[in-house]
Nanobody, 116 residues
């Protein structure tokens, strides 16, 4: 059974850093482009960044230069290194396959709160 388990969120001050992890057991992880998404209060879930099986990355414009997505195919784990976080980054962060056609059930996500 496939499961995405996100972790690493928390309360951080503006300008701080966090590293999110997503354990993706049983998902044929290495075959797919994987992505991070986020959902802020009262807003729709949005794409943040993705990484192909070969390591090519793409980022949402507001996070470029601040966030780094990476993956460990052997460990079936996806990462998101967040630096210089801003209040606007406050959201629940999720991981999943990037391709809507093969997207799996969403996990619980991990809450990131940026506040002074």
């Amino acid at each position: 059974q496939v499961a995405f388990v996100e972790s690493g969120g928390g309360l951080v001050q503006p300008g701080g850093s966090l590293r999110l992890s997503c354990a993706a057991s049983g998902s044929s992880f290495s075959r797919f482009t994987m992505a991070w998404y986020r959902q802020a209060p009262g807003k729709q879930r949005e794409w943040v960044a993705d990484i192909t099986s070969g390591g090519v990355t793409s980022y949402r414009e507001p996070v470029k230069g601040r966030f780094t997505i990476s993956r460990d195919n052997a460990e079936e784990t996806l990462y998101l290194q967040m630096r210089d976080v801003q209040v606007q980054d406050t959201a629940v962060y999720f991981c999943n396959r990037e391709d809507l056609a093969v997207r799996l059930a969403w996990g619980q996500g991990t809450q990131v709160t940026v506040s002074a």
